[in-house]
Each structure stands twice: as structure tokens, then as C-alpha cells.
């Protein structure tokens, strides 16, 4: 695939815009080998009841879409699931008939190369979910899942994250899918969701271009910013937060909603600036009352009703396992309108590199 070449001066932007795209050509690749469990099987790995446990480790941004994927394994499949920081891994005890998946856009980068060192050679399987099938991690990998994203130029990963949430969760709902740990009903709700998302990516970006600019007109003074989520939105506060802070160098902080009452609501003044990642947990309207007591503006993404080709489109209450990925779009665009009118280099932050491959 070649490198995108869009409307924005930036590469950010165009990567941005071609994540409806890129989620089709996912789909279009993966969709097909999902009911019979062929993705799974053909990947090489062993049926899922014979793994007792998942454990998925990255860094930045790929971390972020492995704690979307171990979403699927462990509420649709309740497995004992783990997200692991990869530069934390080196004092892990690694139990038998464990499936690791290391996900990196780059396979180069050095934290998850080291986290791999330590593990046992038997036993466990490690399956390389990332962009570069070439990469020394997928030539270490037992299995390799190429996320079909296309080159990524701007330093901060946008499209990669989409493809590689997608990968995975048409990965677990394969393997499911051939499993008697799966609930079959929940398993087509998400095959559902997933045939809506390049639309529901697409509303987003259409819904958010203005309001994405006008509300960094609004905030572009703002010292800081937090996050908030509750479950399978939580990892879409946490990416929006780090997209932020990589761009435009102001201070951000996710926290699990709940969180809120135990110490980070005393940041929370007039006009601070909240963004609340909405998956349908109707637990949030009481964390939302709380902000607005307080003066605090509330920036909701994640809207119920989309708006695709003149026609609403009614997303599920509770949304699909992987969580609402279509709330990463406007907290993307968010970041890089901000960043734009702080006249930072959107595509290549400070002191930040595209792979880092020294630890
Ligand atoms: C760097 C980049 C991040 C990225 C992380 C992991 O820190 O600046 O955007 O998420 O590395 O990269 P990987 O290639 O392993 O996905």
C-alpha cells in the first residue's frame, strides 16, 4: 500500500481520514476466515481450549490497542486475560499454556524485544500482531498477524491503532468462534459491529471535522486535560489522553470515571476540560454531574446515533467487546487541531521517535 496522499499538509491528517479505509480493507481481508475459525487455525495456533491464558504486551499506542483486543478474549471468551507494559515485563512469571501476543506496529521496538527474552520456549505460544511482517519481532513470533495498515509516516499512530483493534478482535472472535468457551450470541453482536465500523469511523470524522477545530479554538489556552471512561471505553480515554500530550505537549490524564471521586476531581475548576469516552455504561451520567457541579466542560465523544449516508445508525447500547473504537477519531482530531494551532510539527513531536529501538 502506498503512503497516503490526502488534503492535509500533514501526514497525520491524511492518516486520519484513510482509517475508514484501512478498517474496510481489514475487514474485507479478515471477515471471511472468522465463523469457521480459518483465521485462527490458518495463523498456526492451537485451538483455543488448549490455552489457559492470554497475555498481551506493547508500548504507546500498540499497548493501547491490545488492552481493546483482550477485551474480546476475556468478555466473550472469559479468559483469564493480561495486558502487560512491555518495558515491566522483565519479572513475569510465565505460566504454561500461555498465548502471547506482542503487538507492534513496527516490530522493531526494543522494550518489547526485551520483554520477549524472558520467556520460556515451551509451552507458551507468541503470536507478533503487527504492521511490519519483515520485522525482527515477527521473525521471533511461532505465528504472525500482518494488521494490512499500509505505511504510517506521522510519528503519533493513528491508523495503525484502528488496524490493529481490528486485527486482533477478527483474530479472537475466530478462535472463539471454533471454541466452547464462546457465547454464540455475543459473537454474532460483534460480527454485527464490526460489518458497522467503517461507517461508524467514517460518521465520526464527518461529525467531528468542525467541531474538532472549533473546540481547539476554545481549549487552546488550557493547561491540562483528562480523560475519563468506564470498562471497554477506558482504553479509548487512555489513547485519547496520550494522543494529546505527544502532540501538543500540554498535560493529560486518563482515569477510570470511578476514579474520579478518589482524588482526581480536585483538578476539576471552571472550564477545565474533560473528555468523557462514552460506551453506553450508564454509570457515567452520575460521573458527568459530578464535572458539571464543579464548572468543569464536559467534551462527550461517542455518540449513540450515527448519522451514515442521511440515515441514523443505531449503535448498541453496550457496544461491542473491543469496546467504542470510533471515539478515537475526534479525540485524534482534537490532538492535531490543538497541535496545529500551538504551531507544533504534528508529524513529528518533540523528543519522540516513530520506533524506538534502544531501550
Ligand atoms: C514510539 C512511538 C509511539 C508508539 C510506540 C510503540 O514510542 O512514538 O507512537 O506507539 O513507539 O511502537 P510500536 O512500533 O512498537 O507499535
Known sequence: ????????????????????????????????????GRLWGGAGLPPLDEIDRVTILGCGTSLHAGRAVAGVFSRLGGLPTRTLVASEAAHEVWEPRTLVIALSQSGETADVLRALDGLPERDRTLLALTNNPSSTLARRADAVLDCLAGPEIGVAATKTFIAQVLTGACLALSGLSASARAD??????????????????????????????????????????????????????????????????????????????????????????????????????VDVAEIHARGGRVLRVGERVLTVGGLPLHLPRTGPSWGPLETVVPLQMFARELALRLRRDVDKPRNLAKSVTVA
Open 1 to 36: 500500500f502506498l503512503a497516503s496522499t490526502g488534503r492535509h499538509r500533514d501526514h497525520m491528517g491524511n492518516e486520519i481520514d484513510e482509517q475508514p479505509a484501512v478498517a474496510r480493507r481489514v475487514l474485507d481481508v479478515f471477515t471471511p476466515g472468522i465463523a469457521d
Open 184 to 285: 454464540g450470541l455475543a459473537i454474532d453482536g460483534d460480527l454485527r459491529a464490526l460489518a458497522a465500523t467503517p461507517d461508524a469511523l467514517a460518521a465520526a470524522l464527518d461529525a467531528w471535522r468542525g467541531r474538532a477545530a472549533e473546540l481547539a479554538t476554545e481549549f487552546v489556552t488550557s493547561p491540562g486535560f483528562l480523560f475519563l471512561g468506564r470498562g471497554s471505553g477506558l482504553v479509548y480515554a487512555a489513547e485519547g489522553a496520550l494522543k494529546l500530550k505527544e502532540l501538543s505537549y500540554r498535560w493529560t490524564e486518563h482515569q477510570p470515571a470511578g476514579e474520579l471521586k478518589h482524588g482526581p476531581l480536585a483538578l476539576v475548576d471552571a472550564g477545565t476540560p474533560v473528555f468523557v469516552v462514552d460506551n453506553g455504561d450508564p454509570r457515567l451520567e
